[in-house]
């Protein structure tokens, strides 16, 4: 079966340390994408990647980083500098081109600073 | 400056108690409106995608239509099963991102 998967499903964290959540996808799509979701607000754009070795900052990328040494895997670290980390985090997917923009979607970490 | 409102924020029904919920949208050029279904604790589920005023998708209970400036999900005789919340969200030209409205909470009573 063709999807996205993250890991880990819940992640609690102290502060002042900075945590790595996972995202792996075989859907064969070249571009993926970090969300945050808040309660009460829509999802925002984090970071995003369109190919190998690049990526682009979203709307809220201070305190976060990314990598995309591979095309199936888009890692994001919460580092300690991100003032409220505690949110619902999604990673997604899509094919590259004019049109074809549908974005596929992860179960999403739920990540808690204790 | 791009924007993509949904209404209402919550709606709550009878089962077989059609209605619509609303996206409108400000962009500077849509290259495609999207739908998707969340449900509580899970990532958001593509439902339909709209390109052109005018356009429309359907499937089962769920009809997505578009204008010019707002797209609407309506909903069928509605079951429990399809309660959730309802994501819209835009792609504005020349850009990768989407940009997402807050969502509508749509609860279907039994």
């Known amino acids: 079966d063709g999807g996205i998967t993250q890991s880990p499903k819940y992640l609690f964290r102290k502060e002042g340390q900075n945590v790595t959540l996972s995202c792996e996808q075989n859907l064969n799509h070249d571009a993926m994408y970090w969300y945050r979701q808040d309660p009460g607000q829509g999802l925002r754009l984090i970071y995003y990647?369109?190919?190998?070795?690049?990526?682009q900052k979203g709307d809220i990328a201070e305190g976060y980083s990314v990598s995309r040494e591979k095309k199936e895997s888009f890692p994001l670290t919460v580092t300690s500098a991100q003032k409220n980390p505690t949110a619902f985090y999604l990673c997604?997917?899509?094919?590259?081109?004019?049109?074809?923009?549908?974005?596929?979607f992860g179960p999403g970490t739920r990540l808690t600073v204790l | 400056e791009d924007q993509v409102t949904q209404s209402p924020e919550a709606l709550r029904l009878q089962e077989g108690e059609s209605s619509s919920l609303n996206c409108s949208y400000t962009?500077?050029?849509?290259?495609?409106l999207f739908w998707y279904r969340q449900d509580p604790g899970k990532g958001p589920e593509f439902l339909f995608t709209l390109y052109s005023a005018g356009e429309e998708k359907e499937k089962e209970r769920l009809k997505a239509t578009i204008t010019k400036k707002e797209s609407f999900l309506h909903i069928t005789a509605p079951k429990p099963e399809d309660s959730a919340t309802y994501l819209c969200?835009?792609?504005?030209?020349?850009?990768?991102?989407?940009?997402f409205g807050q969502g509508t909470r749509l609860t279907i009573n039994p």
């Open positions: 969200a835009v792609r504005i030209q020349g850009a990768q991102k989407l940009v």
């Open positions: 997604a997917s899509s094919r590259q081109g004019r049109f074809y923009n549908e974005q596929f």
């Open positions: 990647s369109q190919i190998v070795n690049d990526f």
């Open positions: 962009v500077s050029g849509l290259r495609g």
